[in-house]
């Protein structure tokens, strides 16, 4: 059998599969979150260990002798661990949607220079980016800064708790801005600015590569008798392709999940004008152009969660039947956003409302808020010459029907759903096989492992609707620019 792990932002997702790649059970254990000030968001470390400790061993109850010969970890990427002389955790995780790093983002795009970044490490500096992170605590925690021995990122973590290998692999490492994504090796450029060392890094693997055995202790803890192997794995949007068959070039998936992400596959390495799209590898062993909004079924659950009071996702978009006649907008910054603007300081609004305006007119508006922020990343694609024309589609967001065809159609691409929506942990699973030997490549594995449950396509005259509401919503962002809308946030003033 073979175990893969999803370290999520809000729990842990655990799979178990059989010889043939067949889901036998799911378990998911959740964890804190805190906000310790406005546009910060942490995690402790030690909760990602106990947790996935407890959800192994409910995997693995009922099983008489269980015998898992492999495990592949896909994890929340860019969050910034440390560890002291001691191998304990110096402060709590900074995550992939902190927003603190604003003054170091800003001296690593202005001072160092986009142009350098580029050059040496692919892309530019974004600030859920785990080297103005680093520079952050430089900058602001000195005393703590000066204790760290090691680096990592969180499923890294998880696996250095698990069999004392400090590894990574290059698709998590590509998104730290330390690592020159195109030659797949640490950047001494980088790690002299960030003022940190290369012995603090971790060893640097393809994502299907065998890093270490699970510690005799903790088999002893889980009840095993044979120690499994464990893979590199992967950052979760790249083990989420693997678990969609998003491998090989020329192939699309989009997450609906706490952010939204478009993942663009390709056997070359490339480079948007812009940068505005990030250049990966990819758990494949190819690469990846990948976009990344920073609320995407988050805009959704906060809604539903938080200002309606409402549990019931599904019933409450049941009387949304009039799609591309909304006159309500919704830009959905809620976190700032990442892909294309790179701007943390940028916030949500509606827009467009009047008097008689709906309560299902303004949960529409939040899906199609959502859907118009990722066309954003894939018009930056189609600018570069790539053609798309069909993505599958994985996620919470996933589940709702209608947002899958308001998607399609605001893409105006096909959608499809995969059967099996465990996409980082089903593709940690199948690195587990690969690196075990079950399968010659990543590209084999997911060829009769990954099976479609349904297939929307575009409606012409639909898309035409969006295309014109997608220009409107570009005619107000304009007028936002004008009018030099002003937000007072910590202690700057930001204009956007």
Known sequence: MFIGVDLGTSAVKLIITDDNGKIQKTVSKEYGLSFPHPGWSEQSPEDWYTQSIAGIKELLEGYDNPVVEGIGVGGQMHGLVVLDENDEVIRPAILWNDGRTTAEVDYLNNEIGKQFLSDHTGNIAFAGFTAPKILWMKNNEPELFAKIKKIMLPKDYLVYKMTGANSTDYSDASGMLLLDVKNKCWSKEMIDICGITEEMLPKLYESFEVVGEMKPEVCAELGLSTAPKFVAGAGDNAAAACGTGTVGPNKCNISLGTSGTVFITSDKFGVDSANALHS?????????????????????????DEILKEKDYAGSQTGITELGENTVYFLPYLMGERSPWNNPAVRACFFGMSMDTSREDMIQAVLEGVAFGLRDSIEIAKAQGITITESTVCGGGAKSPLWKKILANVLGITIKTVKNDEGPALGGAILAAVGCGK???????????????????????????????????????????TFMIINQIQGRIIVY
């Open 280 to 304: 990966f590898d990819h758990a494949d062993g190819g690469f990846h152009l990948m976009a990344c909004m920073l609320s995407a079924a988050s805009c959704n659950k906060w809604w539903m």
């Open 439 to 481: 399968f010659a490549n990543v590209v084999e594995a997911t060829s009769g492992l990954v099976e479609l449950s349904d297939i929307i396509e575009p409606e012409a005259e639909l898309v035409a609707k969006y295309n014109e509401r997608y220009a409107r919503k570009h005619t107000f962002k304009t007028k936002y620019n």
